[in-house]
């Protein structure tokens, strides 16, 4: 079963991310909507999860308030994070991603057709215009998702936080929303080849950490909490004894 998972899952990311993305790309040009863009992604979340064979479950959507833009953060353990909450996090929202992800063929126009928001973490100058942009559009309205791990986790274990994340939330003024994701490492290993693994994975939101008054001096404190709360829903391997420091 996992040798059919995983040729039906990289036959349909192949041919669901260019047709998927052209759609995207032609919605956003058409409507001027990029709203409609993300729910396409929406879509291609869900198919590949299904070819995966892959089941995601969500837990705490009653921490969510529609009507209020928030920073979404969770903890990165694999590549099927993004199409998990894709499928299962049911609002609008922008991904703030590295901008290498941009310039990839059709994947990367549908990106920027959708308003996702790149980030240059090899430029200091240009990383810091990212975040002041994404806090702008937070406070106008929009949500933005962020891994503040800054990368995958190879043993599924929560590593230590970049800083740049917690700068956007202080600088929006907007809450933050922890988010645990656990099991996804399981499913596509980073250091185990190209294999597919069927299994479930666990999204659990958690209770809004206001970042109303804060300013720069609190960013420790602010990580620290919000680190927490990420591994208050993780498996105790997951959870590991790591401190979410800034990186």
């Not at 669901?16 to 929406?42: C, E, K, Q, S, Y």
């Not at 590949?48 to 209020?68: F, M, Q, S, W």
Request: hydrophobic share 45%; with cysteine.
């Amino acid at each position: 079963m996992r040798f059919f998972h995983s040729i039906a899952f990289y036959t349909l990311l192949f041919v669901a991310t260019i047709v998927l993305g052209i759609v995207a790309i032609i919605m956003t040009f058409t409507t001027r909507n990029d709203n409609h863009a993300h729910l396409v992604a929406r879509v291609w979340g869900r198919l590949l999860l299904r070819a995966a064979g892959v089941k995601a479950t969500v837990h705490g959507l009653e921490n969510i308030d529609p009507g209020r833009s928030c920073i979404y953060a969770a903890n990165h353990q694999g590549a099927f994070d993004i199409f998990a909450v894709l499928a299962n996090l049911p609002v609008q929202f922008r991904w703030l991603a590295k901008e290498e992800l941009f310039h990839l063929f059709v994947l990367g126009r549908a990106m920027k057709a959708a308003g996702y928001i790149p980030i240059d973490r090899s430029d200091r100058k240009k990383a810091f215009t990212s975040i002041n942009l994404a806090a702008e559009r937070v406070r106008n309205g929009t949500s933005v998702f962020i891994f503040p791990e800054g990368t995958r986790s190879l043993d599924g274990v929560l590593m230590g936080f970049k800083k740049g994340g917690f700068i956007l939330a202080i600088k929006s003024q907007q809450p933050i929303v922890p988010i645990s994701i656990s099991g996804s490492y399981r499913v596509l290993p980073k250091k185990h080849g190209w294999m597919i693994h069927p299994g479930t994975i666990q999204m659990t939101i958690g209770v809004p950490i206001s970042t109303e008054g804060r300013t720069a001096r609190d960013r420790d404190a602010l990580m620290a909490a919000v680190g927490q709360a990420i591994r208050r829903n993780l498996t105790p391997h997951e959870a590991g004894n790591r401190e979410c420091a800034a990186g």
